[in-house]
């Protein structure tokens, strides 16, 4: 899989964020650290989109484990043929 075909999403849906954010410049503010809208309705719709963006990061880190304990995988196998190449077959690829 391409990189590209993996951040698309996330980079979507932080575009969508952004585009939010520049369409209400000037509908909110910062107090004492947070962001605060003028209206709910912007607030909801914030975290909406929010909401969007984390799920896509925490499906994301969880692809990232799931490949990363593959290759893992793959590695100790292919260790452990290395050892004795010739009285074994090569490892399954994954």
Do not use: C, I
Request: hydrophobic share 35%; aromatic share 8%.
């Amino acid at each position: 899989m391409r990189v590209t075909a993996e951040v698309t999403p996330m980079l979507d849906a932080l575009e969508k964020v952004v585009a939010f954010m520049e369409s209400r410049r000037g509908r909110y503010h910062y107090e004492d650290g947070q962001l605060v809208f003028d209206t709910d309705t912007d607030a909801a719709r914030f975290n909406r989109l929010l909401d969007g963006v984390l799920s896509l990061q925490s499906r994301a880190k969880a692809d990232h484990a799931r490949r990363r304990e593959r290759l893992k995988d793959t590695t100790a196998a292919f260790d452990e043929w290395a050892q004795d190449p010739f009285n074994r077959r090569p490892p399954d690829r994954k």
